[in-house]
């Protein structure tokens, strides 16, 4: 699987000029990396990052390498990508990849759930 494509989804919220800019496809598998995980805060994000090799695998980052500030990451998610569709874009176009690679078929779906009992009669 490949996330070259984010470049082209989010060249419009980059400009040419100015500093460097931290790598917004990092950026955005960080952000992936928190939903499919229920990291919800930048900070922990940032603390996992740090702390996990295989999602230093998975961002393609090595011991050595910088990991965004979780200021910057937070900046990036509320300011640069507000009122954008750019995630929809982006997570449509992996579970594209996904189907193209076999990894899903949309055949099955799997739901997870608990059951709880409720004080709850059948006519309320």
Not at 33 to 53: A, D, F, P, Q, W
């Amino acid at each position: 699987m490949t996330f070259n494509f984010i470049y082209e989804k989010v060249s419009h919220l980059y400009s040419e000029r100015g500093r460097k800019s931290v790598d917004p496809a990092l950026l955005i598998k960080m952000l992936l990396l928190g939903y499919l995980y229920g990291i919800k805060s930048e900070r922990r994000l940032e603390e996992e990052v740090r702390m996990n090799l295989g999602y230093r695998w998975f961002l393609g980052l090595s011991i050595e390498d910088p990991i965004p500030d979780h200021s910057t990451i937070s900046q990036n998610r509320r300011r640069r990508f507000k009122d954008s569709s750019v995630f929809q874009e982006i997570f449509d176009q992996i579970v594209i990849q996904c189907i193209e690679l076999g990894l899903v078929d949309g055949e099955v779906v799997v739901t997870d759930s608990t059951h709880i009992k409720a004080c709850a009669s059948e006519k309320s």
